[in-house]
T-cell receptor, first 121, second 114 residues
Framework: DVKVTQSSRYLVKRTGEKVFLECVQDMDHENMFWYRQDPGLGLRLIYF???????EKGDIPEGYSVSREKKERFSLILESASTNQTSMYLC????????????????????FGEGSRLTVL | GNSVTQMEGPVTLSEEAFLTINCTYT??????LFWYVQYPGEGLQLLLK?????DKGSNKGFEATYRKETTSFHLEKGSVQVSDSAVYFC?????????????FGSGTRLSIRP
């Protein structure tokens, strides 16, 4: 089974602190993603990476950065945490997946970690 | 553009009731369609998927049929259990797009009464 592991389930930080959220996957997936989930807003993509050292901004990258030094690990960094970054953060990974046309039948569905609930005071 | 619309929640049902959660989509090309489930305190898990028109995805007693003519992918279960209480997300990957382009609906919270 695919396993996506997020380092912390619950964190409490103070405004201005630097926060690291770590994510590791064990299925050799090329793609990795960071989402945040907020009530009434669903899932919003922060950043994603399709290869080591590669990253692209998602829909809400402001206030965040990412690091992908190894294929299995994707880190989300809050340089200076703010109260509006209190949220549930979800990491996910996948094979590239090109719609339904990928060889081997892979459709690129995402595999998620259990989430990291961050509270910024 | 590409989008997913699913019914507003919360949905509250009694155990053994029939469940339908509506999902409609707008997409270019031939998208792949997914239902994800999020149990309390957990991340999302893939529940089922369908990759072409008239495909039926099924898992854990849940079913959804890819209806291109109505651009829908409604989730159904014949007899729900308390353990089905969760948030359900409909999602799509547009045809010929990479997984980075997956688009989620806003989620529907389901609560099952014993």
């Amino acid at each position: 089974d695919v396993k996506v592991t997020q380092s912390s389930r619950y964190l409490v930080k103070r405004t201005g602190e630097k926060v690291f959220l770590e994510c590791v996957q064990d299925m050799d997936h090329e793609n990795m993603f960071w989402y945040r989930q907020d009530p009434g807003l669903g899932l919003r993509l922060i950043y994603f990476s399709y290869d080591v050292k590669m990253k692209e901004k998602g829909d809400i990258p402001e206030g965040y950065s990412v690091s992908r030094e190894k294929k299995e690990r994707f880190s989300l960094i809050l340089e200076s945490a703010s109260t509006n970054q209190t949220s549930m953060y979800l990491c996910a990974s996948s094979f590239p997946g090109i719609g339904s046309r990928v060889t081997g039948g892979n459709t690129g569905e995402l595999f998620f970690g259990e989430g990291s609930r961050l509270t910024v005071l | 553009g590409n989008s997913v619309t699913q019914m507003e929640g919360p949905v509250t049902l009694s155990e053994e009731a029939f469940l339908t959660i509506n999902c409609t989509y707008t997409a270019t090309g031939y998208p792949s369609l997914f239902w994800y489930v999020q149990y309390p305190g957990e991340g999302l898990q893939l529940l089922l998927k369908a990759t072409k028109a008239d495909d039926k995805g099924s898992n854990k007693g849940f079913e959804a049929t890819y209806r291109k003519e109505t651009t829908s992918f409604h989730l159904e279960k014949g007899s729900v259990q308390v353990s089905d209480s969760a948030v359900y997300f409909c999602a799509l990957i547009p045809g010929y797009s990479s997984a980075s382009k997956i688009i989620f609906g806003s989620g529907t919270r389901l609560s099952i009464r014993p």
